[in-house]
């Protein structure tokens, strides 16, 4: 076997004088991150608990796209270069028995690992995805190499058993581990109460909006996704295939609604000095079809819409933020009436991020569930499938769902990956 490998990296994220171009506007020297196909040293096994893995895909999502657009990514310390990738699908090449992997098995990998500082109670306890000082690394994103390459070395810790029967879908545990933690957490924080959720909201059909609507579904909630894509689209297509229902969003929030006149209405009643306060087009849609929000799942990152859903949110119900906001956007929101309807309806908002290696498990359990019910929807989540060779002209504006790279083709998968002797045990929750 050879000591070097093909990974796909970008380059240009820590040294300011490298990759530079002059600016002929302002007369600075930028930073501009570009993504190459190079040869690295391929990692080898320091310790009993290490596992060689030979990687089969690798999932692109909107963070990869940070990375490459908005030097997002952090590269290993002394490092110049970061290899993408934490959407990972491999197979055990190297293992020592003691790990519980053998050769043949298909994994995935957990992304964050620990900050390793003592103060850190969550980190200390096998929760990193609740990190307190910020000093975790992330493979692919932050401070650690990602999955991107021919071969990766993980500690079996980190490993988690992907069944024969979900060969082709593994790839999608790490984004569905992300909405099983939210759902998770939004299942202990409704003990407060009675609930009995009916309507489930998701914003945004992205790949991570696509897989929390089929998750809503798959918990038997009615279930409607905003987005700005058009009704015509592949995403939208496969909203209702799952029995959901979609709707195209106007770009308008409710800044932008308080500007050009849109009032709540109310029947024939007389308005109150309440009701004819500006309210978003989501709001509007949600009342206007006698919709009460139970869940809300904000899933575009698009700040404005977050306010926006803080005020469309039914009472009791839960809004999570799962769509991180890059950039420093400034907008005016109606701050009275969003703390008034938090506090006398009982409201809930909360972030969420990473996940746990029981969300993992989980989410495959899930994955197996979504396929169950709604055969070959998740196979239309795929749409663009590369080879390492074309992801440095990769143009993610392009990529019409979701985009997976080949690091090997799928018709050699099974050659590869060992049949499961019966089902892999998971510990989970649902």
């Known amino acids: 076997m050879s000591d ?15 990759h530079r171009e002059d600016d002929a506007a302002s007369g600075a020297l930028r930073l501009k991150p570009m993504l190459e196909l190079a040869e690295v040293p391929r990692p080898k096994r320091v310790s009993k608990t290490d596992v060689l893995v030979r ?15 908005e030097q997002y990514g952090v590269p290993p310390l002394g490092e110049h270069s970061l290899i ?29 690992r620990p900050c390793g500082q003592p103060d850190c109670v969550n980190c200390r306890n096998g929760k990193p995805d609740f990190c307190e000082t910020g000093a975790y690394v992330e493979r692919g994103i932050k401070g650690m190499h990602g999955f991107l390459s021919e071969y990766y070395v993980e500690d079996a810790r980190y490993l988690v058993k992907v069944s024969s029967s979900m060969l082709t879908l593994g790839v ?8 099983e933690k939210v759902w998770d957490e939004v299942q202990r924080i409704q003990q407060r109460l009675i609930w009995q959720p009916k309507t489930a909201v998701v914003l945004g059909s992205g790949p991570l909006g696509l897989l929390a609507a089929l998750t809503c579904r798959t918990l038997g909630l009615d279930t409607y996704v905003w987005s700005k894509s058009p009704a015509d689209s592949a995403a939208a297509d496969i909203v209702r295939a799952c029995g959901a229902h979609y709707k195209q969003a106007s770009g308008a929030s409710s800044t932008e ?16 000095e309440e009701s004819e306060k500006p309210i978003s087009p989501l709001d509007a849609f949600l009342k206007g079809h006698g919709k009460r929000a139970d869940l809300i799942l904000e899933c575009t990152g698009y700040s404005p819409l977050a306010f926006d859903a803080m005020t469309a949110l ?34 809930c908002v909360l972030g969420s991020v990473n996940a746990s290696r029981k969300d993992f498990e989980t989410g495959l359990y899930r994955l ?41 083709p799928q018709s050699e998968w099974t050659r590869l990956a060992a049949a499961s002797e019966g089902e892999v045990a998971y510990s989970f929750s649902v």
């Open 84 to 112: 993408l990738g934490h959407e990972s699908l491999g197979v055990v090449m190297e293992a020592d028995a003691a790990t519980g992997l053998k050769p043949g098995d298909a994994v995935t990998a957990l992304v964050r």
């Open 172 to 179: 999608l545990a790490e984004p569905q581990s992300i909405v």
């Open 314 to 347: 039914g009472p009791n119900g839960v809004l999570a933020l799962l769509g991180v906001t890059p950039g420093n956007r400034r907008e005016k929101v109606s701050v009275d009436r969003i703390n008034h309807e938090l506090v006398l309806e009982n409201k």
């Open 368 to 408: 197996g569930r979504m396929e169950s019910l709604f055969p070959g929807v998740l196979d239309r989540l795929l749409t663009d499938r590369l080879t390492m060779e074309q992801v440095a002209q990769l143009d993610f504006s392009g990529i019409g769902v979701k985009a997976v790279v080949d690091v090997i």
């Open 4 to 18: 070097r490998m093909k990974a796909v990296r970008v380059t240009g994220l820590t040294d300011p004088l490298d």
């Open 55 to 69: 990687v089969l895909c690798v999932g692109m999502d909107g963070t990869d796209r940070e990375i490459v657009s």
């Open 257 to 272: 609604a308080a500007m050009f006149g849109h009032r709540a209405t109310v029947g024939d009643e007389r308005q109150s």
